[in-house]
């Protein structure tokens, strides 16, 4: 075979043994490479679930590195499990587009609300917020939550709607509706085993729907009118009563005063009486007539008119006299 | 060398084999398996499996997760003839691959038959059902709860019968009225609210009314109180006075007539009084004679 180096073959031969070692190396890098591939890491807010030909080994893989036979035998998934994820419910709220609301509307040609207890409409929209608790289920027992858990939470707020008036609903109701909603979505979601978790329901609005509302709001005005009328008319009251109390109070004074004067001017008048009288009895008749003289001494100064007419014999006056006063 | 391309070849062939006559279940399907179209394996629990060439068995995936789907929306009456517009939602899974498999191949279609099954369920049973049973104030009346259950029932007995399929759950997703009903419904809501304002502007109209008069009675009242003590007081006042002045005028009835006369002279004589007066007047009486007249 001394001419295997210069014979075609052998010279093929050469190169596929210099080939295949060169080959070999690039192998076995391949095959490391391929078993490295299994190496995984699992993020602080994540679950994994670790898979052998399609079956479930762990479903609670936690947080960490970790390692498993790579593709094809061992195959691992990450859930999200502290994202807490929103979803809202607007099918019973206004028709927008792309609203939950349309669908059914472009189907039915049919508004959009729901029936309350004592048989009216509102419109009612809220947020669903949830986790996924638990991986195993969401993963392998539920298709389409969101389909889910949207058709659970229209059902719980008709549940609980159905039962309640809409004034009841409109005011005070919400934080129960809220209460209920919560409640009652996660035993069902629960029912049917879908691994979320309900953390939070938020009633986003809760009103009449659009083509009575002013009526409603009308009523919270009347309301308020009612009240601005009692409180026009108290406030009358406290002005009309201090008034009345002042007017009262004045006249009373008015009268004590009146009753003292009339008392003091009789206690005046009588002592003064009395002085004339003893003046009268200690000189006879000659205060009396100075009293008379200086009353009509005082009488004619004051009088603005006087005529004095001279009688004769027969005591009749010797003309006439004609009187007027100038307008 | 010769064993290294061997391997490689041998191992080629090994992988390819195991591939072509190997299946994988996952958690979330059950596989039937068929050997020309006739099933003859129903793989339960997920893992690993082997099965004949491609073309000799097929593995049958079948969905075993829960579904949830929608119904079409239907009119129907209630027991009182109340018409109203339903759509349900059902959650369901697979709970016999094989009769699933053999009844109805396909989710769609399953979808479709659980939706006929329960709007003719539903309409058969609200006519047990009055409005009252649906809505309700009085929540005891709501019988919502137990309409749901019996769907859910009858549904599921006849599903896993018939399919294969376990209903796990049926809810009303939507309830409204048809147009007309509704438009009345609006109406009868306007009337109401507009009845409503209507008796609390009333109510405050009255209440206001009402504070009003009290006061205007509180306030006369008042008055009339203090009149009345105005008057008592007056009366006191002109009793103790009459009574000063008759003790002090009795002592000489004619001397205080005499008095009390000048005073009324002066007070009625002012200067808008005009006085006519005889020369024989008592004043007068020395005017043309000093020794006085007779």
Redesign the interface.
């Known amino acids: 075979m001394g001419n295997t180096k210069t014979t075609i073959p052998g010279i093929l031969y050469e190169t596929f043994?210099h080939l295949?070692s060169f080959l070999?190396w690039i192998g076995l890098c391949l095959v490391i490479l391929y078993l490295f591939s299994g190496f995984y890491s699992i993020s602080s807010n994540e679950i994994g679930i670790l898979?052998?030909?399609?079956?479930?080994l762990d479903d609670k893989v936690q947080p960490g590195m970790h390692y498993a036979f790579p593709w094809?035998v061992d195959r691992v998934i990450k859930v999200p499990i502290r994202t807490v994820e929103r979803l809202l419910i607007d099918?019973f709220y206004l028709i927008e587009l792309n609203s939950a609301a349309r669908v059914?509307s472009n189907?039915?040609?049919?508004?959009s609300?729901?029936?309350?207890?004592?048989?009216?409409?509102v419109n009612v929209q809220c947020v669903i917020q949830f986790t996924v608790t638990n991986p195993?289920d969401y993963?392998?027992?539920?298709?389409?939550q969101n389909?889910?858990l949207r058709?659970?939470a229209?059902?719980t707020i008709?549940?609980c709607l159905?039962?309640?008036?809409i004034d009841e609903a409109l005011t005070r109701g919400k934080q129960g509706i809220a209460r209920f909603v919560k409640l009652e979505l996660q035993k069902?979601l629960d029912?049917?085993?879908?691994g979320l978790s309900v953390s939070f329901v938020e009633l986003g609005d809760l009103r009449?729907?659009n083509?009575?509302e002013q009526?409603?709001s009308?009523?919270v005005?009347?309301?308020i009118?009612?009240?601005?009328?009692?409180n026009?008319?108290?406030s009358?009251?406290n002005e009309?009563?201090p008034?009345?109390?002042a007017?009262?109070?004045r006249?009373?004074q008015?009268?004590?005063a009146?009753?003292?004067?009339?008392?003091l001017?009789?206690?005046g008048?009588?002592d003064r009486?009395?002085r004339?009288?003893e003046r009268?009895?200690a000189t006879g008749n000659f205060a009396?007539k100075m009293?008379?003289?200086e009353?009509?001494k005082?009488?004619?100064e004051?009088?603005?008119?006087?005529?004095?007419?001279?009688?004769n014999e027969d005591?009749k006056?010797p003309a006439r006299?004609k009187?007027f006063?100038p307008q | 060398?010769k064993y290294?391309?061997g391997f490689i070849v041998a191992t080629g062939l090994l992988l390819g084999f195991v591939y072509m006559n190997s299946f994988?279940?996952?958690?979330?399907e059950y596989v039937i398996l068929t050997q020309f179209g006739k099933p003859v394996a129903t793989i339960k629990?997920?893992?690993?499996n082997w099965r004949w060439l491609g073309f000799v068995q097929r593995a049958n995936r079948i969905?075993?997760?829960?579904?949830?789907?929608?119904t079409?929306?239907i009119q129907l009456l209630l027991g009182d003839k109340n018409p109203i517009?339903l759509?349900s939602?059902i959650?369901w899974q697979v709970s016999d691959p094989l009769l699933f498999f053999q009844a109805l191949i396909s989710t769609d279609i399953a979808t479709q038959k659980l939706g006929d099954m329960v709007n003719s369920q539903m309409g058969n049973a609200l006519g047990d059902f009055a409005?009252g049973n649906?809505?309700?104030?009085?929540?005891s009346e709501?019988k919502?709860?137990s309409l749901?259950e019996r769907i859910l029932k009858n549904t599921n007995s006849s599903a896993q019968k018939n399919y294969g399929i376990e209903v796990?759950?049926v809810?009303?997703?939507?309830?409204?009225?048809?147009?007309v009903v509704?438009e009345a419904?609006?109406n009868?809501?306007?009337s109401e609210?507009?009845k409503?304002?209507?008796?609390?502007?009333a109510?405050?109209?009255e209440?206001?009314?009402?504070?009003?008069a009290?006061?205007?009675r509180?306030?006369?009242e008042?008055?009339a109180?203090?009149?009345k003590?105005?008057?008592i007081?007056?009366g006191?006042?002109?009793q103790?006075?009459?009574k000063?002045?008759s003790?002090?005028?009795g002592?000489?009835k004619e001397?205080?007539e005499?008095?009390k006369s000048?005073e009324v002279?002066?007070d009625i004589?002012?200067?808008?009084?005009?006085?006519?007066?005889?020369?024989?007047s008592?004043?007068?009486k020395y005017l043309n004679n000093p020794e006085g007249r007779k």
């Open positions: 043994r295949s070999r898979q052998r030909f399609g079956k479930v094809p099918d059914f189907m039915t040609g049919l508004d609300y729901c029936l309350t207890g004592d048989n009216n409409f195993f993963l392998f027992r539920a298709k389409d389909i889910m058709s659970l229209c059902s008709i549940h159905a039962k309640m008036p069902r029912a049917v085993r879908s009449p729907p083509r009575v009526f409603f009308d009523v005005k009347a309301k009118d009612r009240e601005k009328m009692v026009d008319a108290e009358y009251r009309r009563i008034a009345a109390q007017d009262a109070n006249i009373v008015e009268a004590g009146y009753k003292t004067e009339v008392v001017r009789a206690e008048e009588t009486f009395i004339l009288l009268v009895s009396r009293i008379y003289i009353t009509m005082e009488i004619m004051n009088v603005g008119e006087k005529h004095f007419v001279f009688m005591g006056a006299l009187l006063r | 060398m290294i391309v994988v279940v996952s958690q979330s629990s997920a893992g690993f969905d075993r997760r829960t579904h949830t789907f929608t079409q929306p517009v759509t939602y959650c409005i649906i809505i309700n104030t009085n929540s709501v919502l709860a749901e796990l759950q809810g009303i997703r939507r309830i409204a009225y048809p147009a509704a419904v609006y009868r809501m306007r609210r507009e409503e304002a209507k008796k609390f502007r109510e405050g109209r209440e206001a009314t009402k504070i009003r009290i006061a205007d509180e306030a006369t008042i008055l109180e203090a009149y003590q105005t008057e007081l007056k006191e006042g002109d103790k006075a009459l000063i002045y003790e002090a005028y002592r000489d001397f205080f005499f008095t000048m002279y002066k004589l002012g200067r808008q009084s005009t006085l006519v007066l005889s020369t024989d008592d004043i007068f």
